[in-house]
């Protein structure tokens, strides 16, 4: 976006760029959502930021009216390269991780990792990493009912005035002055998630209907709700679409909240909430699809983990999608490791967490009726994922027998919400393009929506 295009995105509050960009006001020395509702600033007394971090890197504080921290996120949308990309989402799943640990996961030094932060986004990797901290604080503080030394130990801050230094040094706030929410401990935790829209959620949620899977997913007409194992920390969430304000309500519900960060990370990514929908339509239309025949606001459906997509592709190697969520299902039941649901919460029928990679590897497997070959690869796979950790690119597991290029790439699209993945094997795919006379190849990046595009319209 240029200077012209922000401009115009703020005196309309224009919600398709919300956080795309944020406006900075010289004269308040505030940063603002560009849907704030309060009175607009002169052309001449702003300035804008792609990122909330450079902004609070230029000495402004961020707006208790709109709340950039509650802003979806921005840097899919800021065109930076991929590797950009992928170190601020590990940095916002991974606080407590040094920097060092970072770059080894990219394949780069940390010191081209300085490089490229100060390139593209003109703030330190560290700097970045403190004001992910400071924003998931403040909104933790706005929105739930934790303590202060809760908030400080989720944040990754080491104590709660630990916590009010850097608020004070970086916001000119503190704890206090943000705080809405009586404090108290325990019980369930409640937060909002937004997205720009559009979003398809009739998309989303029939995709998910279908293939969910009794007693560790739960999909309702407005709600999508699930078990989950995020590193060691169990629990479960249920997000319940507010399509009137553009969010998320996502209640959570785990024994503590020190690994808060990654997972709600996650359930933003299985939720796509940070897609570009503006992109993403102009490639689908640049296949040969007309305006009338998309789906807008289309998403990826995710599932939680790389393991399970995996899981879920070869239990669903050459059967329909019922027989293959039965295949899950019965994994669950056998496998998997029961979970205590809240008193307080008896509308979630979730009760079971999906098996982990060291519950299969350890399995004979025989309650399953299926060929001894499609166990052999179910046992590999979770063998495989167990011994090498999961956070080993699935593209290791051509050397599994019985896992080829097309269960790896649906891992990829649902495990890791990969954008430019394109099943032009599958059976339904090939159909559709011949129904639509496409050219397939004009969707990148964009294929895995482009797949999800023509799924949806089989």
């Known amino acids: ?195 720009t829209p559009e979003y398809c959620w009739r998309q989303v949620r029939d995709f998910w209907q279908v293939r969910a899977v009794p007693g560790m997913e739960e999909v309702t007409e407005t709600s999508y709700a699930r078990s989950f194992n995020w590193q060691g920390q169990k629990g479960y969430f249920k997000a319940e679409i507010e399509p009137e304000r553009f969010r998320f309500r996502v209640t959570l519900n785990m024994a503590s909240y020190g690994e808060l960060r990654g997972i709600l990370q996650n359930i933003k990514r299985i939720l796509d909430l940070e897609a570009d929908h503006s992109l993403v339509q102009q490639a689908l239309l640049n296949t040969g699809l007309a305006e009338q025949q998309l789906t807008v606001g289309i998403r990826i459906p995710g599932v939680w983990s790389l393991f399970e997509a995996g899981c879920r592709a070869v239990l669903g190697q050459q059967v329909s999608v019922k027989a293959a969520v039965n295949k899950v299902a019965q994994l669950t039941e056998v496998l998997g490791e029961a979970i205590n649901v809240d008193a307080d919460s008896d509308d979630v029928r979730v009760s079971r967490l999906f098996p982990t990679p060291e519950a299969v590897a350890n399995s004979d497997l025989e309650f399953f009726r299926m060929p001894q070959a499609r166990k052999n690869a179910l046992k590999s796979l979770a063998q495989f994922v167990y011994e090498q950790g999961e956070h080993t690119s699935p593209d290791e597991w051509l050397n599994i027998k019985g896992i080829g290029p097309w269960t790896i790439a649906y891992a990829k699209m649902r495990g890791l919400s990969e954008p430019d993945i394109w099943l032009g094997t599958d059976l339904v795919i090939k159909n559709q393009i011949k129904q639509y006379s496409l050219n397939t190849d004009a969707a990148a990046p964009w294929r895995s929506y482009l797949t999800f595009q023509l799924w949806d319209k089989a």
């Open 1 to 195: 976006m240029n200077s012209q295009q922000w401009q115009q995105a703020r005196m309309s509050r224009d919600r398709r760029f919300d956080g795309r960009f944020f406006v900075a006001v010289k004269t308040t020395g505030i940063f603002c959502r560009n849907i704030c509702p309060a009175n607009l600033p002169k052309e001449e007394n702003v300035e804008y930021y792609p990122h909330a971090a450079q902004a609070l890197h230029q000495g402004y504080r961020p707006c208790l009216r709109c709340r950039p921290d509650s802003a979806p996120s921005s840097f899919a949308w800021m065109g930076v390269e991929t590797t950009v990309a992928r170190a601020m989402r590990l940095l916002r799943e991974n606080p407590e991780s040094d920097l060092q640990h970072i770059a080894h996961r990219l394949g780069i030094s940390d010191g081209y990792l300085r490089k490229l932060f100060r390139q593209h986004l003109g703030v330190s990797p560290k700097q970045f990493q403190l004001t992910e901290q400071l924003l998931f604080a403040k909104k933790l503080l706005h929105e739930t009912n934790l303590t202060v030394e809760q908030v400080a130990a989720t944040a990754g801050f080491q104590s709660a005035r630990r916590l009010q230094q850097n608020m004070k040094q970086a916001m000119q706030l503190t704890p206090s002055q943000i705080r809405l929410k009586q404090a108290e401990s325990g019980g369930q935790l409640q937060l909002y998630l937004a997205y």
